[in-house]
């Protein structure tokens, strides 16, 4: 889980890039209350080749930015089985 603090008067944008095949959801909460659903869930999983020099997928989670100030937390839920690995994923926290 990545947590990410905008100040007033700044948006945040949010992405993920992943070349794991495996689907997990993802999704933007409160940081102290996580009932306070800034993004709900957003299905994510690579798309792309398998190939070492294949590019890896990018989803655009905020499909608006969040105003701040706001404290965020991005949870990243698997929905594979429980002997499935949810892979690796890189959050990229945009603040304007």
């Known amino acids: 889980h990545t947590a990410v603090e905008v ?5 945040v944008e949010v992405i993920i890039y992943t070349r794991s095949t495996s689907k997990v959801s993802v999704s933007i909460v409160n940081d102290s209350d ?5 993004v709900p869930a957003v299905a994510v999983q690579h798309t792309g080749g398998t190939g070492e020099n294949d590019k890896p997928s990018r989803v655009l989670i ?3 930015r ?12 698997s929905k594979g089985g ?13 603040i304007y």
């Open 66 to 77: 969040l105003k701040g100030p706001l404290k965020a937390r991005v949870l990243i839920e």
């Open 62 to 64: 905020t499909k608006q």
């Open 7 to 11: 100040p007033m008067g700044n948006e």
């Open 34 to 38: 996580k009932k306070v659903v800034y």
């Open 82 to 94: 429980r002997f499935s690995t949810a892979g690796n994923y890189m959050v990229a926290a945009s």
